[in-house]
């Protein structure tokens, strides 16, 4: 119950046609889509990314900073910048 009621506010899930126009215009294509949207007070960022045969998608961890990009092909890539120490870890896995 808990997760049910704050889920859409801890959570935004950009529709699939986002990444799609961000790539095709920017910014500017894009700018006004979360214009009623404070995407820093959200916990999680969902993006996700249809590539002609497959899905991806990129999910942005607001908390920890953390972008992680999981592929249907079974490729998930993680990024994770630590402001307090200004190091960067990169983590790639294949998952069978």
Known sequence: IYFSFFL?????FFNSFFYKQLVAKGYDGVKRWTKKVDLFSKWLLLIPIHLEIHWSLIAVTMATKTISYYDSQGIVFRHTTNVSTSTQDYELQIII
């Open 8 to 12: 859409p506010l801890q959570v935004h």
